[in-house]
């Protein structure tokens, strides 16, 4: 089976401090993942995807194939990163499989 | 260069009326997919479409809902004599290619509410 699963609904923290977004994926094949952002009032848009091996506004996600997890990680944490965040998996002909998503809230 | 479009951006619709979504592709993208996210839920995909093709509809229910991506004009997804639990937000998404690591472009989601 092809899925998705984010544990967190939401995940609080305060300005500076190190942010985990947690994923965990199911699939049979060679997976392709993806982090999208939706910030308020925006449409969804992609943050990152795992064969970039590339940082975005100081996110980074690795692909651990033993655990399954693709979680994003971020060092310090800033107000502007207050948003909802999907990780997907890239299905069979290319459809995106979307997590429940996690809302981050980063307080000042 | 405008992004994915999608209109009407909120749909009023009573039990029973038929929904018609529109979705106009990122210029240049010849592929289109949409998505539905109920309240409290992420995005479910639904159909996967090229010009004048379903790819995959894997996702679509079986009965009231169907796609087009005619060779000219947006790709419509129509949904016949809706009901209360079709209310939910509608998301295309479209790119360039069929790969698996394209990226999708996602328009602004229409909210349809069934009364």
């Known amino acids: 089976a092809q899925r998705v699963t984010q544990p967190e609904k939401l995940l609080s923290v305060f300005k500076g401090a190190p942010v985990e977004l947690k994923c965990n994926y199911s699939?049979?094949?060679?997976?392709?993942l993806f982090w999208y952002v939706q910030y308020s009032r925006q449409r969804l848009q992609l943050l990152l995807r795992h064969i970039s091996r590339e940082s975005i506004k100081g996110f980074t996600a690795d692909l651990n194939k033993g655990e399954t997890s693709f979680h994003l990680k971020k060092p310090f944490a800033q107000e502007e990163d207050s948003a909802m965040y999907y990780c997907a998996l890239g299905g069979n002909t290319g459809k995106l499989i979307f997590g429940q998503g996690t809302t981050l809230q980063v307080k000042p | 260069n405008a992004g994915v479009m999608q209109n009407p951006r909120h749909l009023v619709r009573r039990r029973g009326q038929e929904a018609r979504l529109r979705c106009s592709p990122v210029?240049?993208?010849?592929?289109v997919y949409w998505y539905r996210q109920l309240p409290e839920e992420g995005l479910k995909f639904m159909v996967y479409?090229?010009?004048?093709?379903?790819?995959?509809e894997s996702g679509m229910p079986k009965e009231r809902f169907s796609a087009e991506f005619p060779k000219e004009g947006p790709s419509i997804l129509r949904i016949q004599q809706v009901v209360r639990g079709d209310s939910a937000a509608y998301f295309c998404?479209?790119?360039?290619?069929?790969?698996?690591?394209?990226?999708?472009?996602f328009g602004p989601g229409t909210r349809l509410t069934v009364l």
């Open positions: 210029k240049g993208h010849s592929h």
């Open positions: 479409l090229q010009k004048e093709n379903i790819i995959d």
């Open positions: 998404a479209s790119s360039p290619g069929q790969g698996r690591t394209d990226t999708q472009y």
């Open positions: 699939y049979s094949g060679s997976p392709e």
